[in-house]
């Protein structure tokens, strides 16, 4: 089975609405990340996590590793935050196992 | 700023011919991984490294060889290429599990196995 379960695996916002999006994993993971991926197909780091919450702006993510699940929240979304977040968790070895994505789509 | 260059960006091959992606990290990160990536599969690990001269097996590594010669360089060969392998393929480097773990992936490398 799928070592990493994201959900909603799409959804569409109006601007300046909230989101949250949620990793469940099978693993016991020690550090989680998220990432997006923009419409050129461009990888890029939003948050890199040990147990704990992280925020950057209007992103703010949280990473329970008892409960073995992480969550991305989306404040006050922007045409910009379109794409598709995509969650890694770290495993044995360093071994990072990705969830299948989330795409966002947010219109004006 | 982090930075992973990967060659070639765009491929096309016959079946049964020979490929190597190349990646390039200017990090100093001790691994290294490939990815590659499908409509609703998302990203799976093909192979992966620890530093120079280690290769793992990731979790789809039939049909893929990998070779680290170096801190900074990290192939990725289809001896026989097929098309099922035509993909996206990225290449990352990081080292998880300390403050500063996060994973950089290079742009990607698009091929197609006719």
């Known amino acids: 089975g799928d070592k990493v379960k994201q959900s909603p695996s799409a959804l569409s916002l109006q601007e300046g609405t909230n989101s949250a999006l949620r990793c469940n994993f099978s693993?016991?993971?020690?550090?989680v990340q998220w990432f997006l991926q923009n419409p050129r197909g461009s990888l890029i780091n939003l948050f890199y996590l040990v147990p704990g919450t992280k925020e950057n702006g209007r992103l703010k993510s949280a990473f329970d590793s008892k409960e073995s699940y992480s969550t991305l929240h989306i404040r006050d979304a922007q045409l910009e935050d379109s794409g598709t977040y995509f969650c890694?968790?770290?495993?044995?070895?360093?071994?990072?196992?990705f969830g299948k994505g989330a795409k966002l789509t947010v219109s004006p | 700023e982090a930075a992973v260059t990967q060659s070639p960006r765009n491929k096309v091959a016959v079946t049964g011919g020979k490929v190597t992606l190349s990646c390039n990290q200017t990090?100093?990160?001790?691994?290294m991984y490939w990815y590659r990536q499908d409509t609703g599969h998302g990203l799976r690990l093909i192979h992966y490294s620890y530093g120079a001269g280690s290769t793992e097996k990731g979790d789809i590594p039939d049909g893929y060889k990998a070779s680290r010669p170096s801190q900074e360089n990290f192939s990725l060969i289809l001896e026989l290429a097929t098309p099922s392998q035509t993909s996206v393929y990225f290449c990352?480097?990081?080292?998880?599990?300390?403050?500063?773990?996060?994973?950089?992936f290079g742009e990607g490398s698009k091929l197609t196995v006719l």
């Open positions: 890694a968790a770290e495993g044995t070895g360093s071994k990072l196992s």
């Open positions: 990090n100093n990160h001790n691994n």
């Open positions: 990352a480097s990081g080292d998880p599990g300390g403050d500063t773990g996060q994973l950089y």
């Open positions: 693993i016991a993971a020690t550090t």
